[in-house]
């Protein structure tokens, strides 16, 4: 989905996303302190059953949980070079669980480890990361998303973004932010 189709699919509609995924996730039995996305792919039901229930309430959109599937992020779980893969299932498990008809956006946000965005070798650290995982999600394979929305972004992580679009833009992604006028920017 480009920016125009994304315009004119939100354009005089309110459109319904997904919410809470963690905190359902954990009523689930996901324990606190684990990595998410391991976790969720170890124990596929959960999140399929948690998002054919969003879609049965009436979800336009779901989030793939990829909130925390960057380098940085899953290394400490020692994961750090499972991005792509762990990406992409995470995905794909969200594509069947909803079916046709309802958007999966890859949801990307913080790597929770703070930078410093004066230390360009920590910006350039961020920045790669958050371009791997912006690539893992990329069409056309089967299993990308067709959104990737960033979510909680601290003002670096805008920043990153800001410098970063002129990079995805050239290959045709583009970082929806919904707004109270539902038009992206």
């Not at 336009?60 to 899953?74: E, G, K």
């Given at each position: ?36 996305e391991s976790w969720v ?145």
């Amino acid at each position: 989905m480009n920016r125009k189709e994304f315009e004119i699919w939100t354009r005089n509609h309110i459109r319904l996303m997904d919410g809470a995924t963690g905190s359902n996730l954990m009523k689930a039995g996901m324990p606190r302190g684990v990595c998410t996305e391991s976790w969720v792919l170890d124990h596929p039901e959960a999140l399929t059953a948690l998002q054919q229930g969003y879609k049965t309430a009436g979800s336009d959109m779901v989030y793939a949980p990829t909130f925390c599937a960057n380098r940085i992020a899953l290394a400490s779980s020692s994961l750090e070079g499972e991005v792509c893969r762990m990406n992409r299932e995470l995905v794909a498990l969200s594509k069947q669980a909803v079916g046709s008809g309802i958007l999966v956006a890859g949801d990307m946000t913080t790597t929770g480890k703070p930078a410093d965005p004066e230390d360009s070798a920590a910006y350039q650290l961020l920045f790669d990361a958050y371009r791997e995982q912006a690539e893992a999600l990329m069409p056309p394979e089967r299993s990308s998303a067709k959104l990737r929305l960033p979510c909680t972004m601290p003002t670096i992580l805008l920043l990153f973004f800001s410098s970063l679009s002129h990079f995805l833009y050239k290959r045709y992604i583009c970082f929806y932010y919904i707004v109270r006028n539902n038009v992206c920017q």
